[in-house]
């Protein structure tokens, strides 16, 4: 047996980690400004992490949700209170997709309907009905053509307006920021209108931060910046550091009924030890500030570098666009000069580092590229 072949693979295996760094079998150093698609939160192998897992691992990794676990509650008292949703309840789950989903289905028991809106360019997750809710087209799949999903362009209020006044729309779901769709960022005046939008025809508002979340825009939240506060809100990638875990905030207006959602691995033992430990180096580095602080350095600098075009995102959530082609762009940066970046489309790099990142290193990166391209 091998592996399914449905991922390019540079030549490259890191096999091991530290910080902002990671390091081949011969040694070779590499700087890493894509943390595995935005995964990479507080930077590899932190210390406190590291001890987090071994503990928890070597008392107890799993067990199912039919009994009692602590750490379930303490992980979604301090989620509550670092993102300011004190009053929302955490649905755990394993991934983005499965908390989209699952975000998905309580919008529909609330409100009876089974309608969607969601905006083109957007990425929504990998399961049947997350699937549904994305234009990707490198996915195809035979939900991508239901009905029940409609696309309306980022930022168009009146069509959002068109929609939503049918009253057949069980929610509107948008990412705090687009992520794979190349870092597009919603205007705050636009999520404001949308919530009330939302509001006016009892259609509930989920907001996917699954990507821009977890301080990586320079809040906790990237919708945030707006001042809404959403029915539902998904996460992940961050949220464990790389052990899988996933959830769904959810407000005070949904009842939760036994049976409503289940899930087998959610918020098991080890994944809650590792999103605690998680909260807690954010916590007492102040990451959330840093990420604010040095993404606005790193932004500044790139857009002193002529072939660096469109510069765009908040925080540490940062994408630009290139002549020709990024992928070009991006081998050699991980080639020649020993930096790991993300792409997105034809001509968009994508940047995406933990969240302790310094000014030293935008440097090194801004240098390179300026090297490359100059």
């Given at each position: ?7 390019p ?20 150093e ?5 943390g595995?698609?935005a995964?990479?939160?507080i930077?590899?192998?932190h ?30 008292e301090?989620l ?6 004190e009053?929302?309840s ?15 289905k ?9 309608r ?6 957007a ?10 809710a ?5 996915i195809?799949s ?16 009146e ?9 057949e729309?069980?929610?509107?779901i ?12 919603p ?6 209108q949308?919530r009330?939008?939302?509001k006016q ?46 959830g ?9 009924v ?14 809650c030890?590792a999103?605690?430990?998680?909260l ?18 790193l932004?500044a600098?790139l ?8 510069v ?20 050699r ?11 997105a ?5 994508r ?18 590229l300026?090297?490359?391209?100059l």
């Amino acid at each position: 047996m091998k592996p399914f072949d449905v991922y390019p693979l540079y030549p490259v295996e890191p096999v091991r980690g530290r910080g902002c760094h990671v390091y081949d079998r011969e040694g070779t150093e590499y700087l890493d400004l894509y943390g595995g698609h935005a995964v990479i939160s507080i930077g590899h192998s932190h210390p406190h992490y590291v001890a987090a897992i071994a503990d928890q691992v070597s008392k107890l990794g799993f067990y199912s949700n039919s009994v009692q676990n602590s750490l379930q509650v303490r992980l979604a008292e301090m989620l509550g209170k670092m993102s300011g949703y004190e009053d929302y309840s955490l649905f755990l789950c394993n991934s983005g997709a499965e908390a989209n989903e699952n975000a998905l289905k309580l919008a529909s028991f609330h409100t009876g309907r089974k309608r969607v809106l969601a905006f083109s360019k957007a990425f929504h997750g990998r399961t049947s009905g997350a699937v549904a809710a994305t234009d990707n087209p490198k996915i195809v799949s035979p939900f991508n053509r239901t009905d029940n999903i409609v696309f309306v362009p980022l930022n168009d209020i009146e069509a959002v307006s068109r929609e939503l006044s049918t009253g057949e729309f069980a929610a509107v779901i948008i990412e705090g920021i687009q992520g794979v769709a190349g870092i597009h960022v919603p205007d705050d005046n636009f999520l404001v209108q949308l919530r009330e939008a939302t509001k006016q025809t009892g259609t509930m508002l989920i907001l996917d931060e699954i990507q821009s979340g977890y301080g990586r825009s320079g809040r906790f939240f990237a919708h945030q910046y707006a001042g809404i506060r959403p029915d539902l809100i998904t996460t992940a990638k961050g949220m464990g550091n790389g052990l899988p875990i996933g959830g769904v905030l959810i407000s005070p207006e949904f009842e939760a009924v036994h049976g409503m959602l289940g899930t087998t691995f959610g918020g098991n033992h080890l994944a809650c030890a590792a999103a605690i430990a998680v909260l807690e180096v954010m916590r007492d580095e102040n990451l959330v500030d840093n990420a604010l602080r040095v993404g606005e350095y790193l932004i500044a600098q790139l857009k002193t570098i002529p072939a660096a075009k469109d510069v765009r995102g908040r925080g540490l959530m940062v994408g630009f666009d290139v002549d020709g082609s990024a992928a070009e762009m991006r081998r050699r940066l991980l080639f020649e000069k020993h930096i790991f970046t993300g792409g997105a489309g034809m001509s968009t790099i994508r940047l995406l580092p933990a969240l302790g990142i310094t000014e030293e290193h935008v440097d090194l990166f801004v240098n390179a590229l300026k090297d490359l391209t100059l």
